[in-house]
Structures are given as structure tokens and as C-alpha cells.
């Protein structure tokens, strides 16, 4: 005869929200440094090579930051007014920065010392950057103008003119290197052929650009302004693919982590989002103390970086992966041979293996399970319900008995000192959202088997009265939440929240 199985019990855990894999990544960063710049942080710059050095831009001067250490490894203060942009290199040994007084200056980061002061620009420079191939100079300013600068020589190659605004923002296409991107408060943004120095896509956000990403491959560009970010299929002659509204605020930044899937916004109200670039949807949200200003991780996805507007450099790191085990090669055998036969011999099953021909020890059976084995179902309730067990190990008791057509048999026929404990369990638990449907078709049965006897025991009408005035008590706030529903409801209509 086959063994009873033992009662599943119904157990009701609290419900969690199942978090995915990119949402566990960015869990992983945990708090390394916060550390205190003389100004607003308006700019980060990461280099792609090790030491994975990093620059921040704040007031007059451009610190460069050590991975290892999460300290200033150099600090660049050879600036007479605001400094903007400063850029890090690829290879982590040129920065190149602008400032408020027009000029474009590119420094060695070992030296800290001037390697070349490009002036063109007639009004503050905001944006600079290195191109894909090392040698130029990509700028940008408040006189509208986008500037293109040959590094050994220092003299400007191309001035390109078509904004109507100031030049805030610009991005290089890693697979493209003629091809330049650039945002302005004109609403617009547009592509640049720098082999022609024409214009030859107008993209329009919209609202002034604060910031822009273009992917790799030149295909995709995404660009922020307002609250909004927009993305755009280049090859299709700008079509726009979607639009994101995450923020309340402004985004004033926006960036790709080091394998080009992420993409991370931060913005005016303390929020900094990382979405999936798969699906465009929001994986992960971090808040900060203050405006967030600029945003980046280190090009080993390392470190998170966010610049915030009160100067403080928020630095988080991801802890380093474990090294892969070494997997052991197999050796050649001999088929035929003693060990070709004996192969698997000291091999340890599985967890997930069904292992066959072991001698596995009964289970023991609880006393309520011993009852139901027994066709007891009278005792293995007022088991369950007289001793101190769980209200779930109650209510899965209640559903087998459901199940086995048996819940009349054990509640008729019951005298007061017996009908009690199911009369106390029943008010102490029907309101529970848990188990009130179950608790609901209990108290049912009870009042159609024992309504025809009321009033002949004083302490079990006491209890029946008590579950009248628990279930009017209950009707009451779910008719209250109801009617705040409706109401809440009515409001995200009218606001355009729904």
C-alpha cells in the first residue's frame, strides 16, 4: 500500500516583487566615497583604458580621479575663471577642457602642464571633446559655432554654423569617425559630416537639449531635454522610435555604461534611472541628496559615478566578480580498458538527479496528517483548531476536508464546550485577506447548522455576536476604501495619471 502523503499546507508569503537581473546589478553598487568639491559638479569623463582614470569638473578646476583609490590623483587648477567639459582621453594621458573665458586647453595628465591653447571661440566654450581617433579636438560654445581642432598642431580645421542657440551638448560615433552629433537650446539636434562640414540631419526635441548619446554604430541617437528623452533611428532619416517621462525634473545628463546596453539619466530632482536599452523601460532608480548634474560609470563598470549640485562626488563601487574555477580537462581512456569501464565511479549526484536503489527513512507524520491517514476528520480538527498551530495549518486542514466532502460530518453534532474553539478561531481570523474566503464559507455552514439553536448557550451566542460585529466592522472599511478608490481614481483622471 502506497504511503500517505503529507498535507500540503497552503502557506500565504508576503508578496515580493521578483527583481530581475539588471535591477540585481545595479543593487550590487554599494557606497564607497563622497567626496566634497569646491563648486558644482557639472561634468564626467571616463577614460577606457587602465588605470580607468576618471575627471571631474567643478569650478575652476578638472580633478582626476583614481579607481584604486577613490581619491584625486591629479588636480588640473590652471584655469583663470569657470572651467566646463573636461574630458579625459581614451588612453587616460590628455585632458582636454574649456572654460568661460573662450579658450579650449588640453593638459598631460602626468605633468598637470599646458600641451595646447586652442582660441577660436568668441563666447564661453561648454562642451569639448577627443574624437575617435585621438588626434582632433571636437568643440563647442555660446557663439553657436561647433569646431573641429587638429591636436599636433593646435590650429582649427573646421568651423561648422547652423544652430540658432547655444551648443550644450555633442557626441563622437565610435564606428564613424566623420560623423559628429550636437544638441542646442534651439531645440534641436543635428549630424554633421565633418569631411563636408554640412549639416546633414536636423533632429527637433522639441525643448532646449541638455544632453546627448549616440550608441556605437551611429544608428541610434538619444537625446534629453525638458523632462523628456527622446530616441531617434538615425538611419531612417531621424524617424523617433520613442519617448521617455520618467523624470519630474529637468535631465541634465545623460550616459551609456561600458557595454553600450544601459543607458542612465540624471536629472533636477535627485533621481538618477537606468533603463534597459532592449526594452527602453526603467530597471533601476537611485536617489541622491541634491540635484544631479552628471552621472557615468568607469569603463570596467566598476565604479557608478554622479556629480550632484551642492559639489559632492558620490562614488559607488560593484564588488570585483569571483575568478572562474579552472575546469579540469578530461583525461583520454582506453575504450575497453578497466578504467574506461569505471568511469563515473566516484561521481557525486546532483541535487536535481533522481537517485535509484537508496533506502530513504519515512517521513514522519504529524498527528493532524495521523488523524486524516485514519479517516479521523472530526479529531483532526479539533486538533488543529485546540492546539497551537498556525492559521494556515488550520485553513489547509479546511480545505482537504472541502475536498473530501467531509466539513458537515465534523462541524454537526457539537456540543458548546467543543463548538467554542472553532467559534474564537473563526472571529479572530475571518477579516484576515488570507484566509477569509475559506473562513467566509465556515462561517456559513456554522450559521445554518447551529441557527436553529441559538439562544441556548449564553457563551456561544456571546461568540456568534462577536462575529456579527467583526464582519459589519469589515463590510464598513471595505466600502470606505471603496469610495477613496473612486475618488483617487476621479483625481489621476483629471490630472492625466491613470
Request: charged share 25%; glycine share 6%.
Amino acid at each position: 500500500m502506497a504511503d500517505l502523503k503529507k498535507l500540503i499546507v497552503q502557506e500565504n508569503k508576503k508578496v515580493l516583487t521578483k527583481s530581475n537581473p539588471e535591477e540585481r546589478f545595479w543593487k550590487k553598487f554599494k557606497f564607497a566615497a563622497a567626496i566634497k568639491e569646491f563648486g558644482a559638479v557639472t561634468h564626467l569623463s571616463f577614460s577606457h583604458e587602465a588605470p580607468y582614470y576618471y575627471t571631474v569638473t567643478s569650478g575652476t578646476k578638472v580633478n582626476v580621479y583614481s579607481v584604486k583609490t577613490n581619491a584625486v590623483h591629479q588636480s588640473i587648477s590652471r584655469f583663470k575663471k569657470t572651467a566646463y567639459s573636461g574630458c579625459i582621453r581614451r588612453d587616460g594621458k590628455l585632458v582636454v577642457a574649456g572654460s568661460e573665458d573662450n579658450s579650449v586647453q588640453v593638459f598631460e595628465v602626468g605633468t598637470r602642464s599646458i600641451l595646447r591653447q586652442l582660441t577660436g571661440h568668441v563666447r564661453p566654450c561648454h562642451v569639448t571633446k577627443f574624437d575617435q581617433d585621438n588626434t582632433h579636438i571636437l568643440s563647442a560654445a555660446d557663439d553657436k559655432t561647433l569646431r573641429c581642432w587638429d591636436l599636433p598642431t593646435g590650429e582649427e580645421i573646421l568651423c561648422m554654423k547652423g544652430h540658432d542657440d547655444y551648443i550644450r551638448s555633442a557626441a563622437t560615433v565610435a564606428m564613424c569617425p566623420d560623423i559628429w552629433f550636437s544638441g542646442s537650446y534651439d531645440h534641436t539636434v543635428k549630424m554633421w559630416d565633418k569631411r563636408s562640414g554640412e549639416c546633414t540631419l536636423t533632429l527637433d526635441h522639441g525643448s532646449p537639449v541638455e544632453s546627448l548619446v549616440v550608441l556605437p554604430t551611429g544608428g541610434i541617437a538619444i537625446s534629453s531635454g525638458s523632462n523628456k528623452i527622446k530616441v531617434w533611428d538615425v538611419h531612417r532619416s531621424g524617424t523617433q522610435l520613442t519617448t521617455l517621462s520618467n523624470h519630474q525634473k529637468t535631465i541634465t545628463c545623460l550616459a551609456l555604461d561600458f557595454s553600450n546596453t544601459r543607458l542612465l539619466s540624471a536629472s533636477l530632482d535627485h533621481q538618477v534611472k537606468m533603463y534597459d536599452l532592449s526594452t527602453y523601460k526603467v530597471t533601476h532608480s537611485i536617489k541622491y541628496s541634491a540635484p544631479v548634474l552628471a552621472i557615468g560609470t568607469t569603463a570596467n563598470n566598476s565604479h557608478l559615478i554622479a556629480g550632484c549640485n551642492d559639489g559632492i562626488v558620490h562614488i559607488r563601487e560593484h564588488p570585483s566578480p569571483a575568478p572562474l574555477p579552472l575546469k579540469r580537462p578530461l583525461s583520454a581512456v582506453q575504450p575497453g580498458s578497466g578504467a574506461y569501464f569505471a568511469r563515473g565511479k566516484n561521481l557525486l549526484p546532483a541535487k536535481t538527479d533522481a537517485v535509484s536503489g537508496k533506502e530513504t527513512k519515512r517521513k514522519k507524520l504529524s498527528q493532524y496528517d495521523l488523524h486524516l491517514k485514519r479517516f479521523q476528520y472530526r479529531e483532526a480538527f479539533d486538533h488543529v483548531v485546540s492546539s497551537r498551530h498556525s492559521p494556515d495549518i488550520v485553513v489547509s486542514v479546511l480545505l482537504e476536508l472541502f475536498r473530501r466532502d467531509a466539513i458537515k460530518r465534523v462541524l454537526s453534532g457539537r456540543n458548546e464546550e467543543t463548538l467554542q474553539p472553532i467559534l474564537t478561531f473563526l472571529v479572530n481570523h475571518v477579516t484576515n485577506p488570507r484566509h477569509c474566503s475559506v473562513l467566509c464559507d465556515l462561517a456559513h455552514i456554522l450559521t445554518d447548522l447551529y441557527s436553529p439553536v441559538l439562544g441556548m448557550s449564553p457563551a456561544i451566542d456571546k461568540l456568534f455576536e462577536k462575529l456579527n460585529k467583526r464582519l459589519k466592522f469589515e463590510l464598513k472599511v471595505q466600502e470606505r476604501y471603496m469610495k477613496l478608490q473612486g475618488a483617487m481614481q476621479c483625481f489621476f483622471t483629471a490630472t492625466g495619471l491613470s
